[in-house]
């Protein structure tokens, strides 16, 4: 009998591989049901959902509404403006609400690291974590890997490098941990600015050249780089950033061998990816989006109907 | 402790594959539009060994699907349990078709409730026919097979168990009755 080791999806930090494994399998059969006539399955009928939006977002939300609508669950919706919350006491004031509406579970997202967690401490429901500031995004990393393990056959012993904006980035270390965790090789690369300082520590390997990182791996993941970082003073210019790290055809075409280019999206043509990249023949960006419905439709499952 | 006692063995296991094979095919006049599904995981050996037959009897070769019933089973919803769910492949469209749904054995009835929950979002069978080696009886809702290997009265402290090559070595049916020490 499989069963997750964990009751919450807060991040991919400390999570077993046998639990990740668990998942990425699980998620097989869900991308069969995606295929069937009717997309839906009673498993988890009379159970309520809420997804908990402070931050803006539109296909993490659908992708997850999406996952529980074809799993038959209630959803509701709860898209608050990150301005009318003030952190801490109406956070808690949320929880306490959250709570007297018994639901079942929580997906939720927040701009502030953490916010998840100190949800989930006082509430009695199952979390996810759709995003907590730049701390992780589990079931972003989770279908990115599980793109991977598709491609590949296996994580085990694969080199991924993760390129842009790291420090920032929630999605990065979701990814750091879980692809670690399953035996996978990771590097980041990016401008030295947007690197976070010990990065290597967690047990990836750190290129500044785009030109290495491309010829060492087997798939990059491109993240977004998030036009308002130039006026951080991260990076001189857009095009600067786009001729120093940019993923064009040029620097493929380039490499021995084809690699696998995967974005998290929404993306910025021309900025760290070029269209015709995005758009190739080697891109896997859009079977992520579909693969992210069947990983969240996994992490539900599991966690819904998961035994006291 | 438990006693098992062996109820048929491998010769007597292949004639009821066959006669359930021949009941099949004259029940439907032929082959055309047949279409068989096994359930996970016994009732796919057992819908293979009956397709080899009808193959042989009639020169035809079915199309074969599996099915895992683990999303649309009420106990999993209850928090009863959760086993390990696994992918359907059922390759073909089963609109219109008759569909020979097999397992193992019938017993409460709840699998084979959860599989005709399934199969009806798969498309629109013009039949679906049940086959099952083993009926044991107690069943908690209405429902009966078309094909049966054979009915045997059972307490509820007793276990059937049909054994098949690809998993155990061997074929045959098995008693097992459990016994408190």
């Known amino acids: ?308 | 402790m438990s006693e098992t006692q062996i109820l048929i063995d491998e010769p007597g296991f292949d004639r009821m594959i066959s006669r359930l094979a021949h009941e099949i095919v004259e029940h439907n006049h032929g082959t055309s539009d047949l279409v068989i599904i096994g359930l996970r995981t016994r009732g796919v050996y057992v819908a293979r060994r009956i397709r080899e037959k009808i193959a042989a009897i009639e020169g035809v070769e079915l199309p074969l699907g599996v099915l895992d019933v683990t999303l649309y089973r009420d106990d999993v919803r209850q928090h009863l349990r959760q086993p390990e769910v696994r992918a359907s492949d059922i390759p073909f469209d089963i609109s219109d078709r008759h569909v020979i749904l097999v397992d193992d054995v019938l017993f409460t009835g709840r699998t084979v409730r959860s599989a005709l929950d399934a199969l009806i979002d798969f498309g629109r069978p013009r039949t679906i026919q049940l086959v099952v080696i083993v009926d044991r009886g107690h069943r908690e809702l209405p429902i009966r097979a078309d094909y049966t290997g054979k009915t045997i009265a059972t307490s509820r402290g007793q276990e059937v168990r049909v054994r098949l090559r690809e998993v155990d070595g061997s074929d045959g049916i098995d008693l097992v009755t459990l016994q408190d020490t």
């Not at chain 1, 400390?14 to 699980?26: F, H, K, N, Q």
């Not at chain 1, 498993?43 to 999406?66: A, D, M, W």
């Not at chain 1, 009318?84 to 997202?109: F, P, W």
């Not at chain 1, 947007?194 to 785009?210: A, E, K, N, Q, S």
Request: include cysteine; proline fraction near 4%.
């Open chain 1, 1 to 308: 009998m499989a069963s997750l080791t964990i009751d919450h999806l807060i991040g991919l930090d400390g999570v077993p591989r046998e639990d990740i494994a668990l998942i990425l399998d699980t998620t097989d059969t869900f991308l069969e049901v995606l295929d069937r006539p009717v997309k839906k399955v009673p498993t988890l009928q009379g159970k309520t959902v809420v997804n908990l939006f402070f931050e803006n977002s539109t296909r993490t939300r659908i992708s997850f509404e999406l996952a529980e609508r074809r799993l038959s669950a209630d959803v509701v919706n709860f898209s608050v403006g990150t301005s009318s919350v003030s952190k801490g006491e109406s956070l808690l004031d949320t929880a306490r609400n959250i709570e007297a509406m018994k639901v079942d579970m929580v997906v939720m997202r927040h701009s502030a690291a953490g916010a998840c967690e100190f949800l989930r401490r006082r509430c009695t429901s199952r979390f996810i974590n759709a995003g907590d500031g730049a701390h992780e995004h589990p079931t972003q990393a989770l279908l990115d890997m599980f793109t991977l393990r598709r491609e590949f056959g296996t994580l085990e012993g694969i080199n991924v490098c993760i390129v842009g904006d790291i420090l920032h980035s929630r999605v990065a270390r979701s990814n750091m941990f879980g692809l670690v965790t399953m035996g996978a090789n990771v590097a980041v690369c990016g401008p030295p600015t947007l690197l976070p300082r010990h990065v290597d520590r967690l047990g990836v390997r750190v290129f500044t050249d785009i030109d290495e990182a491309l010829a060492w791996c087997d798939a990059v993941n491109v993240l977004r780089i998030q036009l308002e970082r130039r006026a951080g003073g991260y990076f001189p210019t857009l095009r600067e950033y786009h001729d120093v790290y940019g993923v064009t055809a040029e620097r493929l075409d380039r490499l021995s061998r084809r690699i696998a280019i995967l974005h998290p999206g929404p993306i910025n043509r021309g900025v760290e990816i070029d269209s015709d990249v995005a758009d190739g023949p080697q891109s896997v960006i859009l079977r992520q989006v579909t693969h992210g419905v069947a990983v969240r439709m996994a992490v539900l499952y599991l966690l819904g109907t998961k035994t006291e």
